[in-house]
Nanobody, 123 residues
């Protein structure tokens, strides 16, 4: 199983980014895909999750409409669109896959992890 995160970079405050997570190695139709982030010196925190099958997603409270998680089943890819980026959004963003259908929001509930992609918000 491989999860490959991409799309990070340096962006100015107020800008936007779309992160992608390409999944391979097995059939993910029964999985929940999640995005987490980890800022320097802080714990990894949940951002959003989505089920591969059906239409169901879940966001962390701090998202407040700035983040949108989506999926492309044909390409086995999950995206995280981020708008109105703030310096406090600076972190390594990780995608992960879980077999739990309950939309888990803690790292131990996820079975597979990608390598992370760095997002830096700075002027």
């Amino acid at each position: 199983v491989q999860l490959q995160a991409s799309g990070g970079g340096l962006v100015q405050p107020g800008g936007s980014l779309r992160l992608s997570c390409a999944a391979s190695g097995r059939t993910f139709s029964s999985y929940v895909m999640g995005w987490f982030r980890q800022a320097p010196g802080k714990e990894r925190e949940f951002v959003a999750a989505i089920r591969w099958s059906g239409v169901s997603w879940y966001y962390a409270d701090f998202v407040k409409g700035r983040f949108t998680i989506s999926k492309d089943n044909a390409k086995n890819t999950v995206h995280l669109q981020i708008h109105s980026l703030k310096p406090e959004d600076t972190a390594v963003y990780y995608c992960a896959a879980s077999t739990l259908q309950s939309m888990p929001s803690t790292p131990p509930m996820y079975n597979y992890w990608g390598q992370g992609t760095l997002v830096t918000v700075s002027s």
